[in-house]
């Protein structure tokens, strides 16, 4: 690799982070992931009804994760030449990808409501940002939602993104997040989705899967927590999701409290089994120390990517 390359990985890195810490995802913005979920709504619409359901979502899942590699590929061979397009576009590319001054500032406005306005406005505020239903939570319930919310999305939406940038630059970070756009959209097992979105969450399944122990073991190591370590490895593969329960461990391990109960999800009730065994109160203080350890890991993550990448130039 020579020096051009290597500065085609870590300058866009650096500024597209730089991007996200400062604006997060204004709403006047145009969003690539908003295009993707037009794209994702309108072919469920089109193709979820009648039978062959599980056939038909495996080839919607398959064409949209497949066309968005094959372009996003495409426009980086035709940037490649040309540096001072390719720089500011793939810059920006970075900051679409990346999610984590959103997932902060939504999980400090849930907060906020609570306190200031009571708990119904925490709980509408809530329910713009998780699955669960949220009319029956009490203030508690709703400041750990907000916790487990922080440490899944933290790997979601920064590490695994990285990662994936890492490896592939922009065309694999922007296939990822399509990966994760189906899966968040139609990768539910209720009565209309657990045929046509199977394949999706399974490939979400997959694609996260070493993303989301790296999330866990860096969130360890930037606290210097021997609990949240502990608690990875006894709680880790406890969750219903693969994936799920290892960045929630360890945050239940370094905050040293309990996540999951019984929560409802589209009408259905779902028993997740306990992280941890502290029901303690969940304080404001828990809620920014949470926010804390997401950006040290998100600034962790792009250092080791630099590091790695830049160690090549010696």
Known sequence: MNNVDVYYIILPLILGFILDLILGDP???PHPIRLFGRMVSFFERMFNRGQHKLFKG????????????????????????????????????????????????????VDREL?????????????????????????????????????????????????????????LMMTYKMINTLDSMIGYKSER????????????????YIPARITAFLMVFV??????????????NKHSSPNSGYPEAALAGILNCRFGGSNVYHGRTVDKPFIGDNNRTITHRLIIQACLIN??????????????TGYKLF
């Open 27 to 29: 709403l006047w913005l």
């Open 58 to 109: 495996f080839w919607v899942s398959f064409f949209l994760i497949a066309i968005t590699w094959l372009l996003f590929f495409l426009l980086f061979q035709l940037m490649l030449p040309y540096p001072y397009v390719y720089y500011p576009f793939a810059t920006l590319i970075v900051f679409y990808g990346l999610a984590n001054r959103n997932l902060i500032d939504e999980a400090l406005k």
């Open 115 to 171: 306190t200031c306005n009571g708990l119904e406005a925490g709980r509408k505020q809530l329910s713009f940002i998780v699955g669960r239903e949220t009319a029956t939570l009490s203030g508690n319930q709703i400041r750990i939602a907000i916790l487990e919310t922080l440490s899944e999305n933290l790997s979601d939406g920064v590490v695994a993104p990285l990662f994936y940038y890492a490896i592939g630059g922009f065309p």
């Open 193 to 208: 989705f657990k045929n046509f979105g199977m394949f999706a969450a399974r490939t979400d399944d997959v694609v996260n």
């Open 223 to 236: 606290s210097f927590s021997r609990r949240g370590l502990k608690f990875i490895i006894k709680y880790g």
């Open 295 to 308: 950006i040290a890991v998100s600034l962790m993550c792009v250092l080791l990517i630099t590091f790695i």
